[in-house]
């Protein structure tokens, strides 16, 4: 006999057992499973729902794709949902797209919701402002995150914490801080969302002071920060070279348990890394419980920015076999590898492995070509593969390109990287200084000082070169042949006995990159009192013997600087860590470990 059409609703207690099959799946993401019983709800007639009995079923659907990374599966589910959706369902769709990178989607399904005549909740409201927060600047509308807050305000969940730091998390993203902290500061109650969305807008937008100070608040006030705001602030310590205070934040996590987390785990590789200790980043990553995609990529990353190019290529492979797929990071940190390593064919390879992986090279990865070619002089071939970019070439690729015209003194290329680099409306001082200094380089004092005329008259003004040195919980800041610090005399005394030692050993200066057509010894004064030198003189004094000394500079450290270092560290015997905008350079014993290739 066949069975009546329609099918008859499934008893309560039925449609129940298949609801809870429906969120056991979810929890567990069994994608075929749940595609299996979707197949056998359509077929028993249960879907699309038409019964009140059905709709709980067709919502666990929509649940279910979303956990699983198909939205468009679960908007197919909520369309399978009696007339009107319910609050929680539209609730469900909005969260479905914006947690899979859908933030427009996301966006508009809420507004269709408030035409509806649903009203906004404490459930739909957080997700519609991580849709905002995700949007592209370009398509985002200029108002959106001050129309959500003001549509929150005005509904019963204004004061909740959990509404009230999605608001706070949305606006930090976006970039408006000073509402986020208004926010913060009106807030009847705070969690660590709260605290963890305002640490990371600061620290994302590179005030690391406010970062700093609204973290030893939440430890003043007790509050249980996670593994997030653990990131957040080590991401903080990195940046800035922090290392003394970021070691104290990594004790803290081990007490508390974070240092579990790959994100911690993570952040810590790169704050080891980036304060040159890459031993120390490399036992972090050893020691890691449980590792992602993210703190491969730092592991790798920090052995391609140190120069250790075989051991970037073997954690690629271990990575690949420990079954983890590479993203654009992970070829980017490859080529840099590359690139340091001079690895031309190497670097080609993996540039052209990257679209088996359907990735398209970002502009990123075409300045590190650029990069790779023009360490080798391959110039022409650099300056080929940034006309074939299929996008507007930025900045930094055109940097890339000057700094290695200056590096084999092509002067020619140089003029037509900076030509086309100047028509995009570039105020680059960098640009400008390389520029004038490949001239200079060549011998062209005439078009060197033309360039920084141009430079003056377009009121472009010179980066400061500025190195910085952490000792004894304090940072020592110096700029060239500055006098400023408490000990200028004692710094400038032992670097004068140092040179010396340095010239006895066949130290000559070199003077070639100094822009102003003056007599050798006024250019030797010049080159001789570089900030970097003045850190390191520093370092000479107060860092202990058998402690590398650990210096940053914020630019390029210059040839002569280079060798006179590589002397320094054999006359005097200290091992010294210098990063500079291109690596890191450990000099030991008279030899620098990038080979002399940077």
């Known amino acids: 006999m066949p069975p009546p059409w329609p099918p008859a609703a499934p008893p309560p207690a039925c449609a129940r057992s298949l609801a809870d099959l429906l969120v056991a799946l979810s929890a567990a993401r069994a994608l075929p499973k749940g595609q299996q019983l979707h197949g056998h709800l359509l077929k028993a007639g249960h879907l699309p729902a038409t019964a009140s009995s059905h709709a709980p079923i067709a919502h666990h659907l929509l649940t279910f794709y979303a956990r699983c990374a198909l939205p468009g599966d679960s908007?197919?589910?909520?369309?399978?949902?009696?007339?009107?959706?319910?609050?929680?369902?539209?609730?469900?769709?909005?969260?479905?797209?914006?947690?899979?990178?859908?933030?427009?989607?996301?966006?508009?399904?809420?507004?269709?919701?408030?035409?509806?005549?649903?009203?906004?909740?404490?459930?739909?409201?957080?997700?519609?402002?991580?849709?905002?927060?995700?949007?592209?600047?370009?398509?985002?509308?200029?108002?959106?995150?001050?129309?959500?807050?003001?549509?929150?305000?005005?509904?019963?969940?204004?004061?909740?914490?959990?509404?009230?730091?999605?608001?706070?998390?949305?606006?930090?993203?976006?970039?408006?801080?000073?509402?986020?902290?208004?926010?913060?500061?009106?807030?009847?109650?705070?969690?660590?969302?709260?605290?963890?969305?305002?640490?990371?807008?600061?620290?994302?937008?590179?005030?690391?002071?406010?970062?700093?100070?609204?973290?030893?608040?939440?430890?003043?006030?007790?509050?249980?920060?996670?593994?997030?705001?653990?990131?957040?602030?080590?991401?903080?310590?990195?940046a800035a070279t922090l290392f003394e205070l970021g070691a104290q934040v990594h004790a803290r996590s081990i007490k508390t348990a974070l240092n579990a987390s790959p994100f911690v785990g993570s952040s810590l590789i790169s704050l080891y890394s980036k304060c040159g200790l890459v031993e120390c980043a490399y036992q972090v990553f050893g020691e890691a419980p449980e590792r992602n995609l993210g703190i491969w990529n730092?592991?790798?990353?920090?052995?391609?920015?140190?120069?250790?190019?075989?051991?970037?290529?073997?954690?690629?492979?271990?990575?690949?076999?420990?079954?983890?797929?590479?993203?654009?990071?992970?070829?980017?940190?490859?080529?840099?590898?590359?690139?340091?390593?001079?690895?031309?064919?190497?670097?080609?390879?993996?540039?052209?492995?990257?679209?088996?992986?359907?990735?398209?090279?970002?502009?990123?990865?075409?300045?590190?070509?650029?990069?790779?070619?023009?360490?080798?002089?391959?110039?022409?071939?650099?300056?080929?593969?940034?006309?074939?970019?299929?996008?507007?070439?930025?900045?930094?690729?055109?940097?890339?390109?000057?700094?290695?015209?200056?590096?084999?003194?092509?002067?020619?290329?140089?003029?037509?990287?900076?030509?086309?680099?100047?028509?995009?409306?570039?105020?680059?001082?960098?640009?400008?200084?390389?520029?004038?200094?490949?001239?200079?380089?060549?011998?062209?004092?005439?078009?060197?000082?033309?360039?920084?005329?141009?430079?003056?008259?377009?009121?472009v003004r010179k980066e400061t070169g500025l190195s910085w040195l952490e000792a004894a919980g304090e940072v020592h800041t110096f700029v060239s042949n500055c006098r400023r610090h408490p000990r200028s005399n004692e710094i400038y005394n032992v670097l004068e006995k140092v040179g010396e030692k340095m010239e006895a050993a066949g130290y000559v200066a070199d003077t070639s990159a100094v822009v102003k057509d003056v007599d050798k010894d006024e250019k030797q004064a010049t080159m001789r009192y570089h900030s970097e030198r003045l850190a390191i003189g520093l370092g000479l004094l107060i860092v202990p013997e058998g402690v590398p000394i650990r210096v940053m500079k914020n630019l390029r450290v210059c040839d002569d600087c280079h060798n006179a270092v590589k002397y320094l560290s054999k006359c005097t015997g200290r091992i010294v860590i210098l990063r500079d905008n291109r690596r890191f350079h450990r000099f030991e014993d008279g030899v620098c470990s990038c080979g002399d290739f940077w």
């Not at 797209?97 to 408030?114: I, V």
């Not at 840099?336 to 492995?353: I, M, N, P």
């Not at 028509?423 to 380089?441: P, Q």
Request: hydrophobic fraction near 45%.
């Open 75 to 238: 908007l197919c589910a909520f369309l399978d949902l009696p007339a009107p959706p319910s609050p929680a369902a539209w609730s469900s769709l909005i969260s479905s797209f914006s947690q899979n990178g859908l933030p427009a989607a996301a966006f508009d399904a809420f507004r269709r919701m408030l035409a509806a005549g649903v009203p906004a909740t404490d459930r739909n409201i957080p997700s519609a402002a991580k849709a905002v927060a995700a949007a592209e600047d370009s398509s985002r509308p200029p108002l959106a995150p001050h129309a959500l807050h003001g549509l929150s305000a005005k509904t019963p969940f204004a004061g909740d914490v959990f509404v009230g730091s999605s608001v706070l998390d949305m606006y930090a993203k976006c970039g408006h801080l000073a509402d986020a902290r208004r926010l913060f500061d009106e807030m009847p109650e705070r969690n660590v969302v709260s605290w963890s969305a305002l640490i990371c807008g600061y620290a994302d937008a590179g005030m690391h002071s406010a970062a700093m100070e609204i973290f030893r608040l939440a430890l003043e006030e007790a509050v249980p920060v996670n593994d997030f705001t653990v990131s957040c602030i080590l991401r903080v310590c990195a």
């Open 298 to 459: 730092a592991g790798l990353n920090a052995s391609a920015q140190h120069g250790h190019t075989t051991a970037a290529f073997q954690r690629f492979m271990d990575m690949q076999n420990a079954g983890f797929r590479p993203n654009s990071i992970t070829f980017l940190s490859l080529i840099t590898a590359c690139s340091h390593a001079g690895l031309v064919d190497e670097g080609k390879r993996y540039f052209s492995l990257m679209k088996e992986y359907r990735i398209e090279p970002q502009a990123e990865h075409y300045a590190a070509m650029v990069d790779l070619l023009g360490r080798v002089g391959r110039i022409s071939e650099a300056l080929g593969l940034i006309e074939s970019m299929p996008m507007e070439p930025p900045e930094y690729v055109w940097g890339a390109l000057l700094m290695a015209c200056r590096m084999f003194k092509d002067a020619d290329t140089a003029a037509i990287a900076a030509k086309r680099l100047f028509e995009t409306g570039s105020r680059s001082s960098g640009a400008h200084m390389l520029l004038s200094s490949t001239y200079a380089a060549a011998g062209r004092h005439m078009d060197a000082a033309l360039v920084r005329k141009a430079m003056r008259d377009a009121g």
